[in-house]
């Protein structure tokens, strides 16, 4: 039961106008967190823990693995001034709501928790959010991506249906892209790739299916690629290799790549290149592989590859192996 001065708080504060912070608190088990310290005992939210406040106003709201466990009120997007939510870590459940037009959310971490059901696009298509991170959840439904983000991480989830195409000009801020542990399946939209801003793009563990273009120019920022554990087919591409100059992680094992077209492989700058678990076999006799770097990783078990395979790494010549048949 909530004694008498509680009571009287609650009610001078709802007053206020911080009821959506009463109702999170109560939405989330707020008697039970690890910490929470002044939460309704105090008149001033902005000295209640986990909040942050600008000028007397809320805007942010920070209560990472703080042992909330409850759901999400639609009342707490109705801080328009929040800027900042980062709630990861806790025992969430049930389903995000969709906030109101105009909030100016601009940070958003809800992974590790147990969300369900689609992500509301009112949320994910706010012209403000830079920051997003719902990963290792359940939710499920197509991919929608913010205008504006910078940082998308939405691996370890349901999510499902194809990926939609993203025209460069459209999406011209977006650094990192964490896709993988989906539903996704049919072909990569290769415009991804053409993403001015892109640095890394992991859409591992899905059930993308495609053949590797033959022409493909990478664009200058891209540094890492992860398509492993799809079902991808067809030959890779020697353009892949000869044509990219910034492209240092290039992970393709666990698809279904038939064969290498060309039997000396470029590589510059790579430091980590994965071709394991295909089925590549060589058009041409032998294999030469240079790379750049002298502490390059290349894999190639658990193919059909025969014949030896030659090595140059920096300036210096590997002596030649047998490649895993």
């Not at 870590?89 to 601009?106: E, F, H, K, V």
């Not at 998308?152 to 011209?172: F, K, Q, V």
């Not at 059930?207 to 920022?221: A, E, I, K, N």
């Not at 554990?229 to 290799?241: A, I, M, R, Y």
Request: aromatic share 8%; net charge negative; with cysteine.
């Amino acid at each position: 039961m909530m004694n008498a001065t509680l009571k009287c708080l609650l009610l001078l504060s709802l007053a206020s106008g911080l009821s959506p912070l009463h109702d999170f608190f109560f939405a989330t088990s707020g008697e039970q967190w690890l910490t929470a310290t002044n939460w309704l005992v105090h008149p001033n939210p902005c000295l209640w823990y986990g909040i942050v406040c600008t000028d007397a106003t809320i805007t942010s709201l920070q209560l990472p693995l703080n042992g909330l466990n409850g759901t999400l009120p639609a009342s707490l997007f109705t801080l328009m001034s929040l800027t900042h939510l980062d709630l990861q870590g806790n025992a969430l459940r049930g389903s995000i709501p969709s906030p109101p037009n105009g909030t100016q959310l601009q940070l958003l971490f809800l992974q590790r928790n147990q969300l369900s059901g689609e992500v509301p696009p009112g949320l994910l298509l706010l012209p403000t959010l830079t920051h997003v991170d719902l990963s290792f959840n359940l939710l499920e439904g197509p991919l929608l991506v913010p205008p504006s983000v910078t940082h998308l991480r939405l691996a370890h989830n349901r999510l499902s249906g194809e990926i939609p195409t993203m025209e460069p000009t459209d999406y011209p801020a977006l650094l990192h892209a964490d896709l993988s542990a989906n539903d996704f399946a049919g072909p990569l939209p290769w415009q991804w790739l053409a993403l001015p801003a892109l640095h890394t793009l992991n859409l591992s563990h899905n059930s993308l299916s495609d053949h590797l273009p033959s022409h493909l120019l990478f664009p200058s920022q891209l540094r890492v690629l992860d398509l492993t554990s799809n079902h991808f087919t067809g030959p890779v591409q020697w353009v892949l290799f000869v044509l990219q100059t910034t492209l240092t992680h290039l992970f393709l094992g666990h698809n279904l790549f038939s064969s290498l077209t060309f039997p000396t492989l470029v590589m510059r700058p790579l430091v980590r290149l994965e071709l394991h678990n295909n089925n590549l076999t060589l058009l041409t006799p032998g294999l030469r592989l240079a790379a750049q770097y002298q502490h390059t990783l290349i894999t190639l078990h658990n193919n059909r590859l025969a014949g030896p395979v030659a090595l140059t790494l920096g300036c210096e010549e590997v002596t030649q192996y047998s490649a895993l048949i």
